[in-house]
Every structure is written in structure tokens, then in C-alpha cells.
């Protein structure tokens, strides 16, 4: 019997992982582990886990299927996945959700309560209560309402919030108050009291966020982003920060990354930045390999894949 090679690269795997992962493809599959910067040749590979780029999709007739370890597959969305339309594209869809809500709520508490007063008191020695607010009674917007939308949803809930929220599907949704179509999210965002973008990057959703929209929200709304930085426009978010059309920000994406020194982010003072890490958890990466190995069982039963990406929709 002919074995088919799989190319699993990147997440770092220990030998005991990697061993869990050959007996998950069994024996129709042979497992090439290359090192980082090994020269992979691509010739007979009919699967790739991980990152692969144009030329190595251009010289792997063999090809069937890419999965990537991450959530979002903005980055796979190339000219040379275009020209396969063949090749089946795979994620680790919702292995980041829980790590992300958690994330944003950390951010939104501390903007509430001026977090950073309390870091440079401590930084200085000094015993300095504040005022600050509260949560529950407030209302959240929520740009996408996928996996980490809705998980955000539940806990925001449960600590007293109101939830309005946007997407492209219509219809009602049982964790939030209302449901706006993205031509409407400028009048979701005027009756929020905090927004958190959660959408994946898509052609529809790059730049939804502009001038009109950060204008439309209360100048004491907070906005936060642990998804994309590009689903809002740069130059417009940093002017309602400079400006305040807004109260503050708790951004985790940003448009490059790593964010660069000069950006004025890092030293406003209604700003808190956090290195895109906000699902970097031990429990989402396990979930990112349970679903190799998932998807790794019924590519060698040749049963159809899970998480399979829409090229169509972008996730």
C-alpha cells in the first residue's frame, strides 16, 4: 500500500506529541516532522500541516488538503491557494474562543477601572484608591458573533450586561439582545457602552470600522480588539483616541505586528496594549492539536474533514 506524506510543521511538538499524532494518522500516513528552515521538498506531499507558501503549493501536484493550526485563515487566502481550488483548507476553528472572551473582559475591566492607576501606585509604593465603574447594568457591542463572540456573550451576560451584535447572517441570536447587519453596525456601536471586535478579517469585514463608525460611539465607549487590527481603520482609531471621540482601547491585534515602537499607542494614556496574546493558552493550543488529529483519522479513513474553511466567506 502506497502511504501518503503529510508535512506537519510548526506548535513546536514535543515527541510524545508528535508520536500521538502518527498513531491518530495510522499507517496510510507518513508524518514528516521537518525541522524549522529544513528545505521540505513537495513533490509527493498530499497534505500539509501548518504554513506553506506559494512555491511549495506550486511544486505539490499531490496536494489535497492544508491545515493550519490557527483560528483564522486570513493568511492562507494567497494567489497560490487560489490557483488550487482543489486543495481542501482546514483551521483550528474556536480553539482560541475561550482564551479570547476571557482576554477581552480582562481588557474591558481594565479600562473600567483605570488599571493603569493602580500598576504605577504599586510601581511607586503608594496606596492610591480611585473611583471607577462597573460592568453589569452596561451595554456591550460585539463586531462578530462566531465562537469567541459568543462565548464573550455568556460571560458578559452573567455579569449583568446588555448584548447587541453584529454579523453577516441574518436573524435573530439567543445570546444577544439584538442582531445588526454590518450596513448597520455604526447604529449598533451609538448604543453601546463597549465594543469588542471578535469577526475574522475578510474582504467584507478589512476597514469596516472608519471615521463614521468610532464617530457614531459615545465619547465615553471603550473599544477593544482581540481579533484583527485591520477590521478597523488605522488612521481613524488613532485619531478617536487622540482626539476622544472615544473613551480608550484594549487592543490585542493590531494592523503590524509586532507593533512598531513609534506607534503612539504605547504611550497614550487611555490605551492598553497586549502583544496579540490573547489566546496564547496552554488549553488552546491542545485544542488546536485534538483537531489535527481528528482531521488526521478521517483524511486516512478518507472521511470528510472538520473545520473546513469557506474560501467563499473567508472562515
Not at 15 to 31: I, K, N, S, W
Not at 54 to 77: C, K, N, V
Not at 202 to 219: I, N, S, V, Y
Request: proline residues 6%; glycine residues 12%.
Amino acid at each position: 500500500m502506497t502511504r501518503v506524506a503529510v508535512v506537519v510543521r510548526g506548535l513546536g511538538l514535543d515527541d510524545a506529541e508528535r508520536q500521538e499524532l502518527r498513531d491518530a494518522a495510522g499507517p496510510g500516513l507518513e508524518l514528516r516532522f521537518p525541522a524549522e528552515g529544513e528545505n521540505v521538498g513537495f513533490g509527493d506531499v498530499g497534505a500539509v500541516i501548518g504554513r506553506i507558501s506559494d512555491a511549495e503549493l506550486a511544486s505539490a501536484p499531490a496536494l489535497r488538503w492544508i491545515h493550519l493550526w490557527t483560528a483564522g485563515a486570513d493568511h492562507a487566502f494567497t494567489a497560490g491557494l487560489a490557483a488550487r481550488p482543489g486543495v481542501t483548507l482546514t483551521a483550528s476553528v474556536g480553539n482560541g474562543a475561550i482564551g479570547l472572551a476571557e482576554h477581552a473582559i480582562l481588557l474591558l475591566l481594565l479600562l473600567d477601572r483605570g488599571g493603569w492607576h493602580w500598576a504605577r501606585a504599586q510601581q511607586e509604593h503608594r496606596w492610591d484608591p480611585a473611583m471607577h465603574g462597573e460592568l453589569a447594568g452596561r451595554t456591550l457591542g460585539l463586531v462578530g458573533l462566531g465562537n469567541a463572540g459568543r462565548h464573550l456573550a455568556g460571560i458578559a451576560r452573567g455579569m449583568g450586561m446588555r448584548l447587541l451584535a453584529t454579523r453577516r447572517t441574518p436573524g435573530a441570536a439567543p445570546e444577544v439582545d439584538a442582531v445588526y447587519p454590518p450596513g448597520r453596525v455604526a447604529e449598533m456601536l451609538a448604543g453601546c457602552d463597549a465594543v469588542v471586535v471578535t469577526a475574522p478579517l475578510t474582504p467584507q469585514t478589512r476597514g469596516m470600522l472608519g471615521e463614521a463608525e468610532f464617530r457614531a460611539m459615545k465619547p465615553t465607549a471603550y473599544y477593544v480588539n482581540v481579533s484583527r487590527g485591520e477590521v478597523a481603520d488605522e488612521r481613524a482609531l488613532e485619531r478617536a483616541l487622540l482626539e476622544g471621540w472615544i473613551a480608550g482601547a484594549g487592543l490585542d491585534a493590531h494592523h503590524v505586528e509586532p507593533l512598531p515602537s513609534r506607534s503612539p499607542y504605547w504611550d497614550l494614556p487611555n490605551v492598553i496594549v497586549t502583544p496579540h496574546n490573547g489566546s496564547t493558552s496552554r488549553q488552546s493550543r491542545r485544542r488546536s492539536f485534538d483537531t489535527v488529529a481528528g482531521n488526521l483519522r478521517r483524511f486516512a479513513a478518507g472521511e470528510p474533514l472538520a473545520s473546513v474553511v469557506d474560501r467563499e466567506a473567508g472562515y
